[in-house]
């Protein structure tokens, strides 16, 4: 059995990869943004041991969820699975970058790790030094990279890798993604729970269990630093 935390698993891909764990006898906590949604949560995965509760725009809230988290003890695996689609710049790298940023440095170290990134992020605009003004959807998915990357080269007893789930019919994709839906949440679980020799690997980029192709800057380990600096700055986490 192994212990997962997923953020942002009330609903869509987060509650499906759960959905999936729990139906091989992993014990499971999930993650909701408030009262409300961790009860939807839990009605829609009954089998799961908890819910840590707190919303990811808001800095406190985020050191309260890794302060529910270490309470718990360690986990396994913990899949940063929640994000958002905004025009809003501050709300987009709160969410997207700063809470994994922040919950990976302040959690229990994991045994793997595992961000949910997006193949909008080939060719992304960013501009770290104005990061919480100028970053949109695809720009946090590069940075998030970045950090998967810059964690990789660090942490060299935990697996950390990061995937791409396409674009798949959630409340977020929306109904027009024609991605498919299982395939969406597949990678998250096989790199939670899987032994192959792929998914013991770190530092690696996934799109449906295969390797797939990043951004060139996704490696670069000036620019990896200067986010860290950056993440550092505007949430007073250091790493």
Do not use: C
């Not at 096989?190 to 690696?204: M, V």
Request: aromatic letters at 6%; charged letters at 20%.
């Amino acid at each position: 059995m192994v212990k997962i935390l997923i953020t942002g698993s009330s609903t869509g891909l987060g509650a499906l990869a759960a959905m999936d764990l729990l139906a091989q006898h992993n014990d499971v906590v999930l993650h909701a943004r408030n009262q409300e949604r961790a009860e939807a949560a839990l009605k829609r995965n009954p089998m799961a041991s908890g819910v840590l509760i707190g919303d990811l725009s808001k800095l406190s809230d985020i050191r309260s969820i890794a302060q529910q988290a270490n309470q718990i003890d360690s986990f396994d695996v913990v899949i940063h699975n929640a994000g958002v689609n905004s025009s809003n710049s501050m709300l987009t790298s709160t969410v997207n970058i700063m809470a994994p940023y922040m919950l990976t440095g302040l959690m229990n170290r994991p045994k793997r790790l595992i961000y949910v990134s997006s193949g909008m992020h080939r060719g992304a605009s960013l501009d770290i030094e104005n990061l919480e003004s100028t970053v949109d959807y695809s720009g946090s998915k590069l940075a998030l990279l970045m950090l998967m990357k810059y964690v990789s080269n660090r942490w060299t007893n935990t697996i950390v890798n990061a995937v791409d789930p396409g674009w798949v019919p959630t409340r977020m994709g929306g109904s027009a993604a024609n991605d498919d839906l299982k395939q969406g949440y597949s990678s998250q679980v096989w790199l939670a729970t899987g032994n192959d020799s792929q998914a013991l690997k770190t530092g690696n980029y996934y799109y449906h269990k295969s390797l797939s192709r990043y951004d060139q800057r996704v490696d670069n380990q000036s620019l990896q630093r200067e986010l860290i600096q950056k993440l550092e700055t505007l949430t007073d986490v250091k790493f």
